[in-house]
Structures are given as structure tokens and as C-alpha cells.
């Protein structure tokens, strides 16, 4: 069964800093897909980015991009420049290229932005 | 265009009763899931529907049942409610069922069970 990790439960970092944020996941599937979500305060999650696997390049939207690391099962995300408005709860999650459209979670990673 | 809605926004229930909460995908979606997020967790797959057929089930009771409609809209139905089913209800659509489908969630039903 896949599983993912974020071993961070809660992260502080300063305005305008950069932070990373890490996620490892188990599985024996060659073909999936990796997301970062975000979770605001009383808020909706939205969708941060995606990196589907067959994908060497890591993908980068504006001030959000990930290193993924295949081999070592391993999907960090970082942000740079900080802002107070990414404060929130940051999920990781799974999906594996089979018929269901299925999301595994990771624990989410609480991050707090000080100004 | 609106995003992905549910109703109602908040319920409170007492344990052994049924309730039904309901999710409206964004305009042109297919396919709904749904998924159970107890506070301090990350959300777990509960169902999945496209084109009104069931697609996929998480490891959930039979008290929990869904639907969808012809319109693609869907309803989580859950019987004999306990105290665990305290949670966050949060529903995805996405245009297709398939892996390249990005789903997109909306707001949530917050359920208490007194």
C-alpha cells in the first residue's frame, strides 16, 4: 500500500525567507503523480503544484517549486520569498496511475509565516 | 465560473442518526470524490464517482453510501452516526476520473456528533 510521510508537523519562517517543506512516499508504482496542497486557515484547500514521475525537470509554480528525488522517494517543496499569506497547513499527497482517482494524504505540515 | 460548493456549510447531529450532505462540481467536471478529514489529520478517500458509477471506495464503513446525479452533482449519505464520524467532509471534482485529472476541492461540511 502507498503511504506518504511529512515528517514536520509544524514549521515557522520569516517574511520574505525561503522555507522547504519535506514529504517522502512508499511505492512499488513506476507511473503517479505527486501534489502539494494548501490548507489556509478555515479555508479551502487549494492545489500548490503537481509533478507527474515520468518528468525529470521539477516543477515550478512562481515562488513554489519542488525537488523530486525519484530513487530516494522523496518530494520536498520549497517557497521562497515568503509571504504572511502562505500560512497554512501543507499536505502532500499521492496518486497512483490506476483506474482511481484516488488521493493518499500526508499528516500536513503546519507553516507559520512571521512578519 | 463557481468553484466546487457543499451544503450545508456546518451540522451537528447526535449519534445514531442519518445524515446526507451534498456537493456540486465545478461546471463541466464529471467525476466527484469525497474524503473524511478528522482534525489534526490529512484527508482520507472515501468515494469516488464518474458518470454517475462508482469509480472507487476507501476503507469505510457500509454506513457510508454516495451517489451522483445525471446533473453530476453528488450526495455522501452516513447511517447510524457515531461520535468518530466528527469530521470534515470535503468534496473534489475533477473533469475526468482519470490519473492526469487534477482534483479540486471545495470549502467543506464540518459534521459534529454529540
Known amino acids: 500500500a502507498q503511504t506518504v510521510t511529512q515528517s514536520q508537523p509544524e514549521m515557522s519562517v520569516q517574511e520574505a525567507e525561503t522555507v522547504t517543506l519535506s514529504c517522502t512516499y512508499d511505492?512499488?508504482?513506476?507511473?503517479?503523480?505527486l501534489f502539494w496542497y494548501k490548507q489556509p486557515p478555515s479555508r479551502q484547500m487549494i492545489l500548490v503544484i503537481r509533478?507527474?514521475?515520468?518528468?525529470?525537470q521539477n516543477a515550478t509554480e512562481n515562488r513554489f517549486s519542488v525537488n523530486f528525488q525519484k530513487a530516494a522517494k522523496s518530494f520536498s517543496l520549497k517557497i521562497s520569498d515568503s509571504q504572511l499569506g502562505d500560512t497554512a497547513m501543507y499536505f502532500c499527497?499521492?496518486?497512483?496511475?490506476?483506474?482511481?482517482?484516488?488521493?493518499?494524504f500526508g499528516t500536513g505540515t503546519l507553516l507559520a509565516v512571521q512578519p | 465560473d463557481a468553484g466546487v460548493t457543499q451544503s450545508p456549510t456546518h451540522l451537528i447531529k447526535t449519534r445514531g442518526q442519518h445524515v446526507t450532505l451534498r456537493c456540486s462540481p465545478i461546471?463541466?467536471?464529471?467525476?466527484v470524490s469525497w474524503y473524511q478529514q478528522v482534525l489534526g489529520q490529512g484527508p482520507q478517500f472515501i468515494f469516488q464517482?464518474?458518470?454517475?458509477?462508482?469509480?472507487g471506495r476507501g476503507n469505510f464503513p457500509d454506513r457510508f453510501s454516495a451517489r451522483q446525479f445525471p446533473n453530476y452533482s453528488s450526495e455522501l449519505n452516513v447511517n447510524a452516526l457515531l461520535l468518530g464520524d466528527s469530521a470534515l467532509y470535503l468534496c473534489?471534482?475533477?473533469?475526468?476520473?482519470?490519473?492526469?485529472?487534477?482534483?479540486?476541492f471545495g470549502p467543506g461540511t464540518r459534521l459534529t456528533v454529540l
Open positions: 461546471s463541466g467536471h464529471k467525476s
Open positions: 509533478q507527474e514521475a515520468y518528468k525529470q
Open positions: 511505492t512499488s508504482e513506476n507511473n503517479y503523480y
Open positions: 473534489a471534482s475533477s473533469l475526468g476520473a482519470g490519473a492526469d485529472d487534477t482534483q479540486y
Open positions: 499527497a499521492f496518486r497512483d496511475g490506476g483506474a482511481t482517482n484516488k488521493l493518499i
Open positions: 464517482y464518474y458518470e454517475k458509477e462508482e469509480r
